[in-house]
């Protein structure tokens, strides 16, 4: 009997362990078929009856409300009820299922909007719903979206249809299905057909896309009421009437129709299609003009068409002018030809094709064959192209002749038409040449004919004048009677400095030769590259005798300057030796800054582009080979890069006891490239320097780097205390430029002085590097320690690997032998913002095999629009055997690391006060471990596409404690089972 309960008490527990095995399986089934919603927050600002709000988030999503907790939430202001759900870390989702019993129908509302929030901070509304119909008691309600990355969602109701007081809610379920990226599966967003039923959206909200552009068509004149003329452009061209619509124009005043057209954003075109249906053949102009007007308000005539000719009676006109981009087009009609009372119009259609840029496929622009058809243009106009340059010539002396000919380009001493003109008082001639724009010029070839050698003069001059209105005297010979024998020289050349003028004066003596004129064949301008030297010019000669002189025309260039410029022509500067601690390109040395050429045409003179270090300077030493006296520095840039110009500039120079002294500055300078405001001149007290230093803040404008044309320095003896720049500060004090101390010879930040800077060596430059991550072959980890540290993508080779599963990437440099270190720098280029891990660390391995760290940073922010290309860690010095330098991708999820370069320094400078520290940050996804002293990490599993790395494993999200729960009631009652089955057997027996 015993034996027979114990048995029956042995199957009842088997019975028990089997029925948890099923109960076990359903839960290992149920723990997967939803997600883990474990660390979500659910809050709601409307009132609940003390529901906790928890229970939307277990996973039961049963519709029995016996089985299934849910919420009843009050409907708050205005009828609505929100709904948050704190996510607790970034979640993908691209689909929400709200959960409902069966109770409390009537608690349903049927609009439901569904707002998610980004890590940025931004709310967008990812699907709307209105007029939801409910099938059956306890309805699932699905919204499907685009895919988003999510910090919180925000489920919003209106119960203003259905009237209810709150709204009854089971569950919410967040998912992420692979078949939801097609945009046809999306719930889309509905407008309410209500106003009553609207949804707000939640703020701040993602800005929303620009709105397409649009293209507005009116017209001055009249129209048959109710006409839109927005038919014109709404693509319909058939010639059927009953197809398209069209717009009848009334004519206008002088029988014109004008129809504007304006578009939201600037459009580039080259053709415009007229359509027309086969209606109204006589409302169809015979004279049309196409104006387009600019983005700076110019309208400009583009092709225009006269006495055109209807071969059909639904033609298509066209007109092909050059390519423009425009903010409006104006067609213009003249109905004066064709007697009809306006224009009937179709369509207009506005393109941009290949096969219009050359010029032969233009419509042109006629001329009307009557003024009567003529087509005015729209104003303002764009400024017609500049007239031919012209040249006049006219003397105040009387003459015969008309001078035009001296200036016609025929000289043939034969049969060249001359001019013959009077002497006037004091036996002068004048021959004044006028020139319609500016002209350079700097020699003069007067050409004679055979006739006439004795109306040739002996004493000439030159005067030109300038812009500004001042004459000045570039030539003048005196005594030349023996160039102008019997049948002889037939011209004279005068050759003088280049010069730009406006107007040139010959002025001839004649009281040496005694005749009564000077006849002249033709005068030509000239200016050669042979004519740069001194040694050709022809000169300014004195008269032999006062009454062969030549007075000079009046108002004249002053003699002397009025403004103190460098008197002394040496340039103090010219034999220095330029150095700079910033970064510049090998083709722009600093060498240039004083080569001589200070041109501001970058065809003429070489530059030096140097960026801004991490506060935003730049200088540039140059070292005298002695101390030399000095009082004015010239800063000359050129007229290209208008950007790249510091706009607070400091001069700094060391005497030769070694202190530095600041003599001026100037602060928000501004040169522009429509001046020829080219150099900056800084004048100061005398000075003896050994060294002067140029220094530029960039913080104004933020310019990424400073380009120079060139330096010069000046002792000028007419400097006075009044012409000082002075050394006033800005009174913002990021644009100040630190003065520096006596026995300093850098800004601060600057790595030493200019005379005795300490060079570091690059201590990683003949280590080993390896990495365990893949790399493309044409990037091999030896790019990170070739001594190429350039920022510049076209001179700093790179490495590119991708992070392993743990979003880790690192490398090991290993040294020759051990050697004390303190600095690591790591380098990046300009390109692959997106490849740069934001959480780093360095680690070395010390001569007994033992690793420690030394330095990390977190969440580094490096932007490609400013000039912070490398990252400089400073620790305890050590005495590393290999240097580990370890990135972790996992904050923006990069793909891949990209470095130029990494570089490792014994700095005797570094301090306490200058250690970059080992901080970890607050959430430990974006730290990185300290690999175990008694083994190496295990490498990561190589991809097996390179290219496109597999996606990393996602972990179950489920409870893992559940699941071996689970599991555990599987096995027992496994065990219960095979138990009950052994317990039959043996009764059987």
């Known amino acids: 009997m015993m034996t027979k309960a114990s048995n029956l008490f042995k199957r009842a527990m088997a019975i028990v362990c089997a029925m948890a095995m099923i109960v076990g399986l359903c839960a290992v089934m149920g723990t997967t078929a939803h997600a883990e919603n474990s660390g979500m927050t659910v809050t709601t600002p409307q009132w609940t009856p003390n529901d906790d709000l928890s229970v939307l988030v277990d996973g039961i999503q049963s519709p029995d409300p016996n089985a299934a907790d849910s919420v009843l939430i009050a409907y708050g202001e205005e009828g609505l009820v929100q709904i948050n759900v704190d996510m607790g870390d970034l979640t993908t989702i691209n689909q929400i299922n709200l959960f409902h019993n069966w109770q409390d129908e009537g608690y349903r509302p049927t609009d439901i909007a569904i707002d998610v929030q980004y890590e940025n901070g931004y709310w967008e509304r990812v699907a709307e719903k209105h007029n939801i119909s409910w099938t059956n008691s306890w309805d699932t309600h699905v919204f499907v979206f685009k895919t988003v990355e999510v910090k919180a969602v925000r489920i919003t109701t209106n119960n203003a249809r259905n009237g209810e007081g709150g709204y009854r809610l089971n569950e919410i379920e967040f998912c992420n299905y692979a078949e939801n990226a097609s945009e046809d599966t999306w719930t889309g ?406 080569d001589g050429e200070a041109s501001p045409d970058p065809s003429v003179a070489g530059s030096t582009l140097c960026v801004f270090d991490d506060n935003k300077l730049c200088y540039f030493d140059f070292t005298l080979p002695e101390a030399k006296d000095i009082n004015q520095v010239k800063v000359c840039f050129n007229w290209q890069d208008t950007d790249y110009r510091a706009k607070d500039i400091a001069i700094d120079v060391q005497l030769e006891d070694g202190t530095w002294v600041r003599v001026a500055e100037m602060h928000d300078v501004q040169i522009y490239p429509d001046v020829e405001d080219f150099d900056l001149l800084f004048t100061f007290e005398a000075v003896k320097a050994k060294v002067v230093r140029v220094t530029g803040n960039g913080a104004r404008d933020e310019a990424p780097g400073w380009r120079l044309v060139e330096v010069e320095g000046y002792m000028n003896p007419d400097v006075t205390e009044a012409d000082y720049t002075g050394t006033e500060k800005d009174a913002n004090g990021a644009y100040n430029i630190p003065e520096l101390t006596p026995d300093e010879g850098g800004n601060e930040g600057d790595e030493g002085g200019s005379d005795d800077e300490v060079v570091l060596d690059n201590l990683l430059l003949g280590a080993t590097v390896t990495t365990p991550n893949w790399y493309p072959e044409s990037n091999p980890p030896s790019n990170l320690n070739d001594g190429e540290a350039s920022p510049d993508p076209a001179v700093g080779t790179t490495t590119l690997t991708t992070f392993n599963d743990n979003n880790l990437c690192w490398f090991d440099f290993t040294l020759s032998e051990a050697k004390d270190i303190n600095q690591v720098k790591v380098c990046f280029n300009w390109q692959d913002v997106e490849y740069r891990a934001k959480d780093i660390a360095i680690d070395v391995q010390l001569e007994d095999g033992t690793w420690v760290r030394v330095a990390e940073m977190h969440d580094v922010q490096i932007y490609p629009d400013v000039e912070d290309f490398d990252l400089l860690f400073t620790f305890e010095t050590v005495k590393a055997k290999v240097v580990r330098v370890t990135g972790n991708g996992a904050r923006d999820e990069a793909p891949g690391w990209r470095l130029v370069e990494v570089e490792g320094y014994m700095n005797p400078d570094v301090t306490e006060a200058d250690y970059t520290g080992t901080d970890k940050d607050t959430n430990d996804a974006y730290n990185i471990p300290l690999y175990s002293n008694d083994a190496e990490p295990e490498d990561p599993t190589e991809p097996e596409n390179p290219t496109e790395p597999e996606p990393p494993v996602i972990p179950d999200t489920g409870d893992n404690s559940m699941i071996s729960l689970c599991c555990a009631i599987l096995a027992l009652g496994a065990v219960g089972i095979v138990a009950d089955l052994g317990l039959r057997k043996k009764e059987k027996r």
């Not at 387009?292 to 006495?307: C, P, S, T």
């Not at 001078?403 to 060249?416: E, I, Q």
Request: charged share 20%; glycine share 6%; net charge negative.
């Open 189 to 594: 967003i509905e407008e309410p057909d209500d106003e009553a039923y609207a949804i707000p959206v939640t703020e701040p909200a993602v800005p929303s896309e620009p709105a397409a552009p649009t293209v507005t068509v009116t017209t001055p004149q009249w129209t048959p009421d109710g006409t839109n003329m927005n038919c014109l452009v709404d693509g319909i061209q058939s010639p059927d009437p009953t197809a398209a619509e069209s717009a009848l124009i009334a004519n206008g005043e002088g029988n014109l129709v004008q129809i504007d057209v304006a578009f939201s954003e600037l459009t580039t075109i080259n053709q415009i299609n007229l359509f027309h249906n086969w209606q109204d053949e006589s409302h169809r102009p015979s004279d049309l003009a196409i104006d387009v007007q600019y983005e700076n308000g110019l309208w400009e005539r583009v092709a225009e068409k006269h006495n055109i000719g209807w071969t059909n009676s639904w033609d298509t006109l066209i007109f092909v002018f050059k390519t423009v981009d425009v903010q409006a087009v104006r067609i213009i009609a003249n109905n004066t030809r064709c007697g009809a009372g306006g224009y009937r119009l179709n369509e207009i259609e506005f393109c941009n094709y290949a096969e219009n840029a050359s010029e032969d496929t233009w419509t042109g622009i006629e001329e009307p064959d009557d003024e009567a058809y003529a087509i005015p243009v729209t104003e303002p106009a764009v400024p017609s192209e500049p007239a031919a340059p012209t040249v006049t010539v006219t003397t105040p002396q009387w003459t015969p002749d008309d001078l035009s000919c001296l200036v016609d380009g025929n000289s043939d001493p034969n049969n060249a038409p001359s001019g013959l003109i009077a002497y006037g008082e004091a036996g002068l001639v004048q021959v004044d040449v006028a020139f319609s724009e500016l002209k350079t010029i700097n020699q003069i070839n007067l050409f004679h004919n055979f006739q006439d050698e004795t109306f040739r003069p002996s004493d000439l001059a030159i005067d030109v004048q300038y812009e500004n209105g001042l004459w000045e005297r570039v030539a003048e010979k005196h005594n030349i009677t023996e160039l102008w024998p019997t049948g002889g020289q037939l011209h004279v050349s005068l050759v003088f400095k280049t010069v730009e003028v406006q107007a040139v004066r010959i002025t001839t003596n004649n009281a040496r030769n005694g005749e009564g004129g000077y006849r002249l064949n033709e005068i030509e301008f000239c200016n050669y590259a042979e004519n740069a030297s001194e040694d050709t010019w022809t000169g300014i000669e004195e008269p032999d005798d006062e009454a062969y002189a030549i007075p000079v025309t009046e108002p004249a260039v002053p003699s002397e300057p009025t403004d103190p410029e460098p008197t002394e022509p040496d340039n103090l500067l010219l034999d220095a030796t330029v150095t700079t601690p910033n970064w510049y390109p090998e083709s722009n040395p600093p060498s240039n800054l004083n």
